[in-house]
Nanobody, 124 residues
């Protein structure tokens, strides 16, 4: 059974940076497409970024393009989300999720495995 654990969240000032980690256990991530999602208070969960399993193809939400970078480290069975130039509107609980797939396709309603999330707060 694949288990995902997010870490790296915290309080950061506007313009700051954070790196989130999504560590997997139980199963190798090699065959899974991984997505990062976020949910702000009172809002629906939304996709942030997605990385495919084999070609490392990446996709980003328009709101984070140029500021966030998704990557994966097969040796550590971990996926990262590097976030720069953070804005107050980036404040949310960030989740990673996995789908047994080879494409950079991460529909929020179809992801199979989810972590419990890590809170990112951007505030001065």
């Amino acid at each position: 059974q694949l288990q995902l654990v997010e870490s790296g969240g915290g309080l950061v000032q506007p313009g700051g940076s954070l790196r989130l980690s999504c560590a997997a256990s139980g199963v190798t991530l090699a065959y899974y497409t991984i997505g990062w999602f976020r949910q702000a208070p009172g809002k629906e969960r939304e996709g942030v970024s997605c990385i495919s399993s084999r070609t490392m193809t990446t996709t980003y939400a328009d709101s984070v393009k140029g500021r966030f970078t998704i990557s994966r480290d097969s040796a550590k069975n971990t996926v990262y989300l590097q976030m720069h130039s953070l804005k107050p509107e980036d404040t949310a609980v960030y989740y990673c999720a996995a789908l047994l797939n080879s494409r950079a396709y991460c529909p929020v309603g179809e992801m199979s495995y989810w972590g419990k999330g890590t809170l990112v707060t951007v505030s001065s």
